[in-house]
């Protein structure tokens, strides 16, 4: 199964943190991960790396962000953006943010079950 591309499957995880370095360099020594940085633009983004597989990343909170704890998020692979926020919607779920385009990597936007659990979907662009 290819997780990028399986609509349902948990494809990404991601760590939003008040100290992204001090983050790196746990999760590094604990898991023995490795970091490649990118610039965003309003911040560096840490691809976390096993092997040579990207398997998450790791980013400061944005700058509009109100103060929160660190938390990790997941994302989950969607094969139509739009319809599957219209369907969370109409089964009691909220759209909280997006949908947006990530540059280079797809179409995804944030979401909330009936139950308050937050969560990302994403459809990846074709390679």
Not at 44 to 72: D, N, Q, R
Request: glycine share 14%; hydrophobic share 40%.
């Amino acid at each position: 199964m290819d997780a990028f591309k399986t609509h349902g499957a948990f494809s990404w995880s991601e760590l939003m943190t008040s100290n992204p370095g001090a983050a790196t360099e746990f999760y590094g020594k604990l898991f023995g991960w490795t970091f490649d940085a990118m610039d965003m633009g309003t911040g560096t983004y840490h691809v976390a790396k096993l092997g040579e597989t990207a398997i998450g990343g790791v980013s400061g909170f944005p700058p509009e962000a109100p103060k929160m704890p660190s938390a990790w998020g997941v994302y989950v692979t969607v094969n139509n953006l739009d319809s599957t926020v219209r369907e969370c919607q109409a089964l009691g779920g909220t759209l909280c943010s997006g949908p947006f385009d990530v540059p280079g990597v797809g179409r995804m936007a944030v979401l909330q079950d009936p139950q308050g659990a937050v969560f990302n979907v994403m459809a990846y662009d074709e390679e």
